[in-house]
């Protein structure tokens, strides 16, 4: 495979396995949607199928992909802005969560949130 985009962190490649274990599958959190963009480019990078809502998916595109991301087992990650959480999403097809949560950040930096 060719070298990372220059967008991707050098240290992000030892933090997902290649190839995802079989039917493993991921939800990972951030309060920040430009950490979002970054492990998204490396999942586009690394072809795997993800599905991804934050605060811009309308409600209608969000489940269509919760039931997508239930239903194809092809689909290993979900990313999920915290903004974007909340009552009514039901990802149980998830066997791991895990969050990007900065918290010594300063509330006042953009894309964070109290």
């Known amino acids: ?3 990372l985009p220059p967008s991707l962190p050098s240290s ?3 933090s997902l396995p290649s190839p995802p274990p ?3 599958r991921v939800l990972v959190f951030s309060q920040m949607t430009e950490m979002l963009t970054l492990l998204e480019d490396y999942l586009h990078y690394r072809r795997w199928k993800y599905c991804r809502i934050d605060g811009s998916v ?7 992909q ?3 991301f239930n239903k194809d087992r092809s689909l ?3 990313l ?3 903004r974007a959480g909340g009552l009514g999403i039901n ?3 998830a066997d791991t969560a895990c969050s990007s949560f900065l918290p010594s950040l300063p509330p006042s930096l953009p894309g964070r949130h109290s």
């Open 1 to 3: 495979m060719s070298s």
């Open 12 to 14: 992000l490649p030892p």
């Open 22 to 24: 079989q039917g493993h």
């Open 58 to 64: 309308k409600i209608d595109e969000r489940q269509e």
């Open 66 to 68: 919760i039931e997508a």
């Open 76 to 78: 290993f990650c979900f």
């Open 80 to 82: 999920l802005s915290t």
């Open 91 to 93: 990802l149980a097809g």
